[in-house]
Nanobody, 125 residues
């Protein structure tokens, strides 16, 4: 069982930046695609970004060009650099793992296996 612990949430003004970090337990970190999901009050949980063990990444359209996901397999960590933050980015952000495999030059994702407890990001206008 993988344990995920997020950190780095807080309050920031619109237009500012914040970096979230996730630390994973165990030695199987490199076997998973890592991701960040978020959920705002009254909203559906949504994918923000994810990155495979090989470094392939994708992003929600709403954050593309503003957020960057990265990972360090040696340190069992994954980060989310968030720039140009908007009030609509306010949410609880969750670190995740999921299985994936390459398929015909693309990536097939099988869904989230593990969730962190979340860290709150609040962006003021």
């Amino acid at each position: 069982q993988v344990q995920l612990v997020e950190s780095g949430g807080g309050l920031v003004q619109a237009g500012g930046s914040l970096t979230l970090s996730c630390a994973a337990s165990g030695s199987i970190f490199s076997r998973y695609t890592m991701g960040w999901y978020r959920q705002a009050p009254g909203k559906q949980r949504e994918l923000v970004a994810r990155i495979t063990s090989g470094g392939n990444s994708n992003y929600a359209d709403s954050v593309k060009g503003r957020f960057t996901i990265s990972r360090d397999n040696a340190k069992n960590t994954v980060n989310l650099q968030m720039n140009s933050l908007k009030p609509e980015d306010t949410a609880v952000y969750y670190c995740t793992t999921e299985c994936s495999e390459p398929v015909a030059g693309s990536i097939r994702y099988y869904g989230v296996d593990n969730w962190g407890k979340g860290t709150l990001v609040t962006v003021s206008s």
